[in-house]
């Protein structure tokens, strides 16, 4: 499968845990970027990288929030101090220098 | 910021006929819009986009019209067929600013 790939696809934590998303986008791409859904809404953009460089953050994005593209390959996300707020289905796209974003499956995460 | 509002939010055809959803959106720049489709517990599927420069674009049954001057921009689906059902997300985006605001979504309903 040549598609945006996530792992894990579930996670369920206990509040003021911390997680860490990964997401492996398609490979000739440059861009990638980070969204949050949540039921019965639209896709929200948190953050965004071209290559390893990251160029815009969401006012979504708390303190708690951490994004990084070390390679401008993978990237991974990570919550600090879970809260159940941040439940959600966390989701990954990739695109090449301007063209359609391509969506990864989502990692759907449950806060207790 | 870029605000796009969606309508209708639920929408039942029968199968065969044609289906419209509609979509606003506040931000002049904007100059690109995606159209996506999400079945229950998958991803964002990009289906058809179009950009400001063009006033229409056709792919089989599915076809987006964009009225920058109103700035509002509609997906037509014709002949419709069972596994259009599914949520239908609007979005626009300014190719400068690379974050795409997605529309609240439409639940379309194919009944046989």
């Known amino acids: 499968d040549t598609g945006v790939s996530q792992n894990p696809r579930h996670k369920i934590t206990k509040r003021g845990q911390n997680v860490t998303f990964r997401c492996d986008p398609i490979s000739e791409h440059n861009r990638l970027y980070w969204y949050r859904q949540t039921l019965g809404q639209g896709p929200e953009f948190l953050t965004y990288?071209?290559?390893?460089?990251?160029?815009?953050k969401s006012r979504l994005l708390s303190d708690r929030f951490s994004a990084e593209r070390p390679k401008g390959s993978f990237s991974t996300l990570e919550i600090q101090r879970t809260e159940q707020g941040d439940s959600a289905m966390y989701l990954c796209?990739?695109?090449?220098?301007?063209?359609?974003?391509?969506f990864g499956p989502g990692t759907r995460l449950t806060v207790l | 910021g870029e605000n796009v509002e969606q309508h209708p939010s639920t929408l039942s055809v029968q199968e065969g006929d044609s289906a419209v959803i509609k979509c606003t959106y506040s931000d002049s720049a904007s100059n690109y819009f995606p159209w996506y489709k999400q079945e229950l517990g998958k991803r964002p599927q990009l289906i058809i986009d179009i950009r400001s420069n063009v006033g229409e674009k056709k792919d089989q049954r599915i076809a987006v019209t964009l009225n920058k001057t109103a700035k509002h921009f509609s997906l037509h689906i014709t002949e419709t067929q069972p596994e259009d059902s599914a949520v239908y997300f609007c979005?626009?985006?300014?190719?400068?600013?690379?974050?795409?605001?997605f529309g609240t979504g439409t639940r379309l309903t194919i009944i046989p």
């Open positions: 990288f071209q290559n390893e460089a990251q160029l815009e």
């Open positions: 979005a626009a985006m300014n190719f400068g600013n690379e974050k795409l605001t």
């Open positions: 796209a990739s695109s090449f220098s301007g063209r359609a974003q391509y």
